[in-house]
């Protein structure tokens, strides 16, 4: 069986995650030897807290994975220390973290899923980093060795996954999937929304449920579309386009995730198609996820676009207020903790661009009242979220945005609106733009206006460029990240 799964890239590919408050990505407090340092503070000051027995008993063996955007990977060697781990030292874990290392936001502890391992036997296991010795594991570098067996998350359950009217047919679909008797009318499953909405947990709920099933013999391959392409292009260059053909056709069901990533990717996308046929063709399963409905995704062939529309295609919506304050529940009581309704209520109102978002800040209140071992309260939330909080009550303008990404560049603000394409303009156009998408609620065809009228597809294109530029260049995401912070002040 096949169990390809991988975390990456939910985070990479959210173009517009953290679109309110941005950290420092400087390579110092991210580079391998400054993480393993930072990592043995952590521990030491763990040991400290907690004594040395408790330390001994439980956290001895947590290995550190490795930083992606803010979050950090623990890993534990087995379920029942992860659990036990998050569940009594999770809070403290993000605290110390944080301290530490002001990129930090979230810690994510978990193990290898008992499936992962006999699941993809041919393929190398990405290799944790022992406490003491440096922290290499940026996952993207994981990523990039194609290899690299990867991992569902164990969160990204059904039984982690809180239903409201917003999302309950893509539910109702997704459950239908994993049930492995869908109607052909559900193939492939198309589920597309908005970022940090719930369309990557419920495909990694899909693939557990499945995977698991009748003694896991349903070979599941789950990946980002810029995995696919990742695999495909390298392929390509070992010229072993054969076997990887071979391979993706060999599963039973085929989890692409994010796929407007495909968009401007021809040949990728000549690729997908074809598997896509092929697959479909001998009955097997494809689930799809992307930002956009099949109809609205330009930039796809129509071929393409076709074949993705003529199954089941669901809407995940943005998130309600009920649905908010019922996750805020779920996840409290999942963490045990005792969050009074008043603040549960604050968080809801306040808090609405995405789930991950108010995750986030539930799960930063509870750190924080876990290291200075006080109750959470509404005051306690107003003073830690106060960045965030900020963030929501101020709105930035396009005009804004423009203005200050001229003065970055040095460069007129006529050329925000010119037709010139010479990169010194037309990169920081784009810049501007993506920032548009990211820090106003403005649609894609009342940006294009803005920019001197231009079509909602440029900037859609324009979001993407920067968000791969980013992805790819370190300086340049530090550039763009500096610019998001000047903003939201
Ligand atoms: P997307 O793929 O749509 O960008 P994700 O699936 O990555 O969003 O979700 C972002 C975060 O929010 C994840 O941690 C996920 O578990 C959580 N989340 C989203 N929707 C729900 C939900 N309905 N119930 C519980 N958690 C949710
Ligand atoms: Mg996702």
């Known amino acids: 069986m096949l169990l390809e799964a991988q975390i990456v890239q939910v985070h990479d590919a ?63 060697p087995t379920r029942f220390l992860r659990d036990w781990v998050n569940k009594e030292y999770g809070a403290l874990l993000t605290a110390f973290w944080q301290a530490e290392n002001p990129i930090v936001r979230r810690v994510d502890i978990r193990t290898r899923p008992a499936g992962a391992n006999n699941a993809v036997p041919n393929l190398g296991e990405p290799t944790p980093v022992q406490g003491g010795k440096a922290a290499t594991a940026p996952r993207r570098e994981v990523e990039d060795r194609s290899e690299a067996a990867a991992l569902l998350d164990a969160r990204f359950t059904f039984d982690t996954f809180v239903v409201g009217k917003p999302n309950e047919f ?91 990533f495909l968009i401007g990717k ?8 074809h598997t896509f046929n092929a697959l479909v063709d001998s009955g097997k399963q494809i689930i799809v996820s992307a930002d956009k409905s099949p109809s609205d995704l330009s930039g796809i062939e129509d071929r393409l676009r076709t074949r993705l529309g003529c199954g089941m295609v669901a809407d995940v919506h943005a998130t309600t207020y009920e649905l908010r304050l019922a996750i805020l529940e779920a996840k409290a009581s999942r963490a045990g903790v ?19 978002e108010l995750e986030g800040a539930l799960n930063r209140l509870i750190a924080h009242a876990h290291l200075f071992a006080r109750p959470v309260t509404l005051e306690a939330a107003h003073e830690v ?21 001229c003065e970055h560049y040095n460069i007129k603000i006529s050329e925000m609106s010119s037709v010139r394409r010479a990169r010194n303009v037309a990169r920081p156009r784009q810049i501007a733009m993506f920032l548009a998408k990211q820090l106003t609620s403005r649609s894609l065809p009342e940006i294009g206006r803005k920019f001197g009228n231009r079509d909602h597809t440029t900037v859609m294109h324009a979001v993407a460029k920067v968000t791969e530029l980013m992805a790819g260049d370190p300086d340049f995401a530090e550039d763009v990240d ?8």
């Open 482 to 489: 500096l610019l998001k912070r000047i903003l939201a002040v």
């Open 338 to 356: 005792a969050v009074p309704g008043r603040v549960m209520e604050f968080l809801a109102q306040k808090i609405t661009a995405n789930v991950r």
């Open 170 to 260: 893509a539910y109702a679909c997704a459950r239908r999937v994993a049930d492995g008797h869908a109607a052909p009318g559900f193939n492939p499953l198309f589920l597309y929304g908005g970022v940090g909405l719930g369309k990557t947990h419920l495909m990694h709920a899909i693939a557990w449920e499945l995977s698991h099933r009748d003694g896991g013999d349903v070979a599941v391959a789950y990946m980002s579309a810029e995995k696919f392409m990742h695999r495909f292009v390298t392929a390509l260059r070992r010229q072993s386009t054969i076997e990887f053909k071979n391979e993706l056709r060999s599963v039973d069901v085929l989890m692409v995730d994010d796929l407007q």
């Open 14 to 76: 959210d173009i517009a995650r953290d679109s309110t408050n941005t950290r420092s990505t400087t390579v110092d407090q991210g580079g391998d030897a400054a993480l393993a340092h930072q990592w043995s503070r952590v521990r030491a000051r763990l040991q400290e807290e907690i004594g040395e027995v408790e330390y001994r008993n439980w956290l001895r063996q947590a290995t550190l994975y490795g930083l992606d955007g803010d979050e950090i990977t623990v890993m534990m």
């Open 385 to 405: 979220l106060h960045d965030l909080l900020r963030a929501y009550d101020r709105k930035i303008t396009i005009e804004e945005i423009q203005k200050q990404v």
């Open 266 to 273: 021809d040949g990728t996308q000549e690729e997908f198609f």
